[in-house]
């Protein structure tokens, strides 16, 4: 890569994809939201990290040689990595630093690390410049790793399942995130929430879209964009393809190719 390159993909945007709550569609939706970046013609990395790898799977890599956990093992020791040390390149154009189980058991190693917060950030301030887009997926809690991700991240996008909300889930999660803001990163920002899994004609779906733009429509974005429930993205992730390829006609993929737009814009 030229320096004029480096210099050009210095408007690197990091955002951390969370929600503390599981089953809202977070890695396929960061998975969705790389390949649509790739389509549009951007470079895009995804870190996974998340000890489950769902991530990893919706894009296709089930055993990578070198994952998250031994990225995060040796810039803990101090050790100097290479620039691209771990990435993987998918089929569908996605870069890809990986997770398994393995990871997991790294949460330990950290709790007696100073500034255990800041180690993922020197690894995204040694690719970001290489970039369009970094990715984060992030597990579902509010843990070292999802802390790691919001210091490391320039904004957070909030996935809401809304069968599965509660106002105080969400308030808690945005609480994190502000906390983070304040003590960790003041440039973090919520780059929006982003309603997944929906069944819009729903009098709940309706009652809770109306709710949490109530609480927070003043000052956080909410995505325009909707992704409705559909089975064919339930059958997805296990395909390792894209929705896009899964089910290239279908309301879902249209969805975040509305999405892509939305972030891109």
């Given amino acids: 890569m030229t320096m004029n390159n480096k210099i050009a993909n210095n408007s690197c945007k990091v955002i951390a994809l969370t929600n503390q709550k599981g089953g809202v569609a977070k890695s396929f939706t960061t998975a969705s939201l790389a390949v649509g970046l790739v ?17 990893s799977r919706c894009l296709g890599v089930k055993n990578a040689s070198v994952t998250i956990a031994d990225v995060m093992d040796r810039l803990i020791k101090g050790e100097q990595l290479k620039a691209g040390y ?10 890809l630093l990986a997770a398994n189980v393995n990871y997991a058991m790294l949460e330990f190693s950290l709790i007696s690390v100073m500034s255990r917060e800041k180690v993922l950030e020197e690894f995204v301030q040694m690719e970001r410049e290489f970039y369009d887009y970094i990715l984060i997926d992030c597990p579902p809690n509010l843990g ?24 105080d889930g969400l308030q808690q999660l945005i609480q994190t995130i502000g906390m983070a803001k304040r003590h960790l990163n003041p440039s973090l920002e919520i780059c929006g929430i982003l309603f997944t899994v929906v069944e819009p004609r729903t009098v709940l779906a309706k009652q809770s879209m109306a709710a949490i733009r109530e609480a927070y429509g003043e000052h956080v974005k909410i995505y325009d964009t909707i992704i409705p429930k559909s089975v064919k993205a339930a059958e997805c992730p296990a395909s390792g393809i894209s929705i896009y390829k899964y089910d290239p006609c279908g309301s879902v993929a249209a969805a975040y190719k509305s999405l892509t737009r939305e972030v891109i814009g």
Avoid at 39 to 55: F, R, S, T, W, Y
């Fill in 39 to 55: 389509q549009e013609g951007k470079k895009v990395l995804v870190i996974d990290n998340d000890p489950q790898g769902h991530a």
């Fill in 144 to 167: 070292i790793f999802v802390l790691n991700a919001l210091n490391a991240a320039d904004s957070a996008l909030i996935p809401v399942k809304l069968e599965d909300l509660s106002i």
């Fill in 86 to 95: 771990g990435i993987t390149s998918t089929e569908e154009g996605v870069d």
